[in-house]
């Protein structure tokens, strides 16, 4: 089986030192903070590969056809199917909705080859 080293993260995304092993997270954590970052990636941010990311600017805020759950559904889909592959295989459970507030809140299930991680994304009203 195949698997997959990453270095952890504390709580504010910065990299952890000096704590040795306890410093990487390996097979689905690994998977799930990679996730959790692609997501917070805005699409251009990152000067490598200008492609990568949640096209927040470019097609979901501000864009013409309103605020389209289902597309933004699918952006986020991409994200997380392009995050850690070959290791997530599909995503299913697919939740999406606006609150009273307006906040896009949007929630599924990232199948990976070590087992399903729960992803939620909240997008705020005006953001």
């Given amino acids: 089986m195949s698997q997959i080293i990453t270095r952890a993260l504390d709580n504010n995304h910065d990299i952890l030192f000096g704590q040795n092993h306890n410093n990487f997270l390996v097979d689905i954590d690994a998977v799930a903070q990679i996730i959790d970052c692609s997501l917070l990636l805005f699409q251009g941010e990152w000067w490598k590969d200008k492609a990568l990311g949640l096209p927040l600017f470019q097609q979901i805020l501000g864009s013409m056809n309103g605020y389209n759950a289902t597309l ?37 299930t990232a199948e990976t080859v070590f087992g399903p991680i729960q992803v939620a994304v909240s997008l705020p009203a005006g953001a």
């Fill in 72 to 108: 933004i559904s699918d952006l986020i889909r991409v994200v997380i199917m392009q995050a850690a592959p070959p290791f997530v295989i599909r995503v299913s459970n697919v939740s999406a909705s606006y609150s009273t507030d307006g906040t896009f809140k949007y929630s599924s």
